[in-house]
């Protein structure tokens, strides 16, 4: 049962973003940004049968970070340090089952800014019974004929406590091993205060209204990175 739900959601999320992508190329006088992010998400619960709850719908996450540029940074300018950035170099997830890489999420509301470099008060999975699961990532996909590549990155999060748990912010975390300047007088990342300085902030969104979570209750939520001509 849990399988067949699984597929239903990951069919919907994707579907749900061919859909927006192909309303917004039919519609007259829109010119699509060259590099887009997109967040949404889906709550289903199994406390009687498998069925999904609410859909967020596409939501435009204008999120990313100066963290974000200088990931680039390493790629174009040729920095010798290593940065694993979200996923592995042969396309596994880096942050798997660990909850402070990759999608987190939190209870915070601060003001956003492109120098933030941690969520306000990100949840811990072990004090508040919310599961973290495997984190994944799909892509790049190319789709509507070549106009649109998609990168997904896909994480659940089960309530297996008593209580509904109120989700009003989500981040994007990296990860790097280095943290000193890359060249004179220079220091790209603004590295977790939270989490360590192998943690980078590469996004962040506030969820309003907030998400809440019902016991049994699972929220699955998905970014797609993608770039557009």
């Given at each position: 049962?849990?399988?067949?739900?699984?597929?239903?959601?990951d069919?919907?999320?994707?579907?749900e973003?061919?859909q927006?992508?192909e309303?917004?190329?039919?519609?007259?006088?829109?010119?699509?940004?060259?590099?887009?992010?997109?967040?949404?998400?889906?709550?289903?619960?199994?406390?009687?049968?498998?069925?999904?709850?609410?859909?967020?719908?596409?939501?435009?996450?204008?999120?990313?970070?100066?963290?974000?540029?200088?990931?680039l940074g390493?790629?174009?300018?040729?920095?010798?340090?290593?940065?694993?950035?979200?996923?592995?170099?042969?396309?596994?997830?880096?942050?798997?089952?660990n909850?402070?890489?990759?999608?987190?999420?939190?209870?915070?509301?601060q003001?956003?800014?492109?120098?933030l470099?941690?969520?306000?008060?990100?949840?811990s999975?072990?004090?508040?019974?919310?599961?973290?699961?495997?984190?994944?990532y799909?892509g790049?996909?190319?789709?509507n004929?070549?106009?649109?590549?998609?990168?997904r990155?896909?994480?659940?999060?089960?309530?297996?406590?008593?209580t509904?748990?109120?989700?009003?912010?989500?981040?994007?975390?990296?990860?790097?091993n280095?943290?000193?300047?890359?060249?004179?007088?220079?220091?790209?990342?603004?590295?977790?205060?939270?989490?360590?300085?192998d943690?980078?902030?590469?996004?962040?969104?506030?969820?309003?209204?907030?998400?809440?979570?019902?016991?049994?209750?699972?929220?699955?939520?998905?970014?797609?990175?993608?770039?557009?001509?």
């Amino acid at each position: 049962m849990m399988s067949a739900l699984n597929e239903l959601v990951d069919y919907a999320l994707w579907s749900e973003l061919v859909q927006h992508l192909e309303r917004r190329k039919r519609t007259v006088g829109y010119r699509r940004p060259i590099v887009d992010l997109k967040m949404h998400y889906i709550v289903t619960d199994t406390k009687k049968y498998p069925k999904i709850v609410k859909r967020s719908g596409i939501r435009n996450a204008h999120s990313l970070t100066a963290n974000f540029l200088s990931l680039l940074g390493y790629g174009w300018l040729g920095y010798s340090q290593t940065y694993r950035g979200i996923f592995n170099a042969n396309g596994s997830s880096y942050a798997g089952t660990n909850a402070t890489y990759g999608i987190v999420v939190g209870t915070g509301s601060q003001a956003k800014s492109v120098l933030l470099r941690d969520l306000q008060n990100p949840i811990s999975p072990s004090s508040t019974g919310l599961s973290c699961g495997t984190e994944s990532y799909l892509g790049p996909v190319v789709i509507n004929n070549n106009t649109s590549a998609v990168l997904r990155e896909i994480r659940s999060f089960v309530n297996n406590g008593t209580t509904s748990i109120s989700l009003s912010e989500i981040g994007i975390y990296g990860n790097t091993n280095y943290s000193g300047a890359l060249i004179s007088g220079f220091n790209p990342w603004a590295t977790s205060s939270k989490f360590g300085d192998d943690h980078v902030l590469l996004a962040y969104d506030l969820l309003f209204p907030p998400v809440v979570i019902q016991p049994s209750q699972t929220v699955t939520f998905e970014y797609d990175w993608i770039v557009n001509v």
